[in-house]
């Protein structure tokens, strides 16, 4: 299918690179900062909030510094999680995911190594539709 083809069928447009509904407007990206534990939002903005969250990591040291665990919740639902509890070699956690127009989501990490790490720490980012 040519572009313009697609284009007409679809309503979408190139412009810069970046394919985006005529007419809509731009989303934006928000630094929502680094947490230890848990994080709470809520998606105040008129479009879906994707969200996406690294790190993870336990912040104690030892066997817990390799270790890492983010786990996702929207509206109280277990949305999912990323998590590796072998305590050799670094690794880092990743997850993404929705948020509705409206909706709260929390993020919470608890890494382990055969024992409770304590609390991990992470960093969370955002794009607003």
């Known amino acids: 299918m040519s572009l313009s083809r697609y284009r007409i069928s679809t309503g979408l447009r190139?412009?810069?690179?970046?394919?985006?509904?005529?007419g809509a407007p731009d989303g934006s990206y928000s630094n929502l900062g680094s947490h230890r534990g848990t994080f709470n939002g809520r998606?105040?903005?008129r479009g879906t909030l994707?969200?996406?969250a690294s790190g993870?990591?336990?912040?104690g040291g030892g066997d817990c510094a390799n270790t890492s665990n983010l786990q996702v919740y929207v509206n109280g639902a277990f949305i999912?999680?990323?998590a590796s509890n072998?305590?050799?070699y670094g690794k880092t956690a990743f997850i993404s995911f929705a948020v509705?127009?409206?909706?709260?989501y929390q993020i919470i990490s608890r890494p382990t190594q055969n024992y409770a790490c304590g609390n991990g720490v992470f960093s969370v980012y955002a794009y607003q539709m």
């Open 43 to 45: 998606n105040n903005g």
């Open 100 to 104: 509705p127009v409206g909706a709260s």
């Open 80 to 82: 999912g999680m990323n």
């Open 50 to 52: 994707f969200v996406y």
């Open 14 to 22: 190139a412009k810069s690179g970046v394919w985006r509904t005529i």
């Open 86 to 88: 072998n305590p050799s």
């Open 56 to 59: 993870g990591n336990g912040a």
